[in-house]
């Protein structure tokens, strides 16, 4: 089954920038909506930004002013810019593909279904 294998994160100080990376371990037909979403310990999974096969893009909250999706259709990988990093922003963050519904992170931040990543570690520190 392709999975959606991530990479880029690690552990850097408040202020600092991380961009994550996310391409298909193998083929996925079509060109698709894509996401992050990303879970701090404790707590419940949370959406982070969504980008649709048109490259429209919505964020969290959260993340507006401050992370960039974007994605290379050639390369087919999709990325992640995140900027003025906080220590809230901790987490296991997971790129996710073709879940079911809208391109939007409220559905993401809900969704099983579609293609999953196994998380790349964000850390960072005060």
């Known amino acids: 089954q392709v999975q959606l294998v991530e990479s880029g994160g690690g552990s850097v100080q408040a202020g600092g920038s991380l961009r994550l990376s996310c391409t298909p371990s193998?083929?996925?037909?079509?060109?698709?909506?894509m996401g992050w979403s990303r879970q701090a310990p404790g707590k419940e999974r949370e959406a982070v930004a969504a980008?649709?096969?048109?490259?429209?893009?919505n964020y969290a909250e959260s993340a507006k002013g401050r992370f960039t999706i974007s994605r290379d259709k050639l390369a087919n990988t999709l990325y992640l810019q995140m900027n003025n990093l906080k220590p809230e922003d901790t987490g296991v963050y997971y790129c996710a593909a073709r879940w079911p519904g809208p391109c939007t992170v409220g559905v993401l931040g809900a969704a099983k279904q579609g293609y999953w990543g196994r998380g790349t570690q964000v850390t960072v520190s005060s």
């Open positions: 980008i649709s096969s048109d490259d429209r893009s």
């Open positions: 193998g083929y996925i037909p079509g060109i698709y909506c």
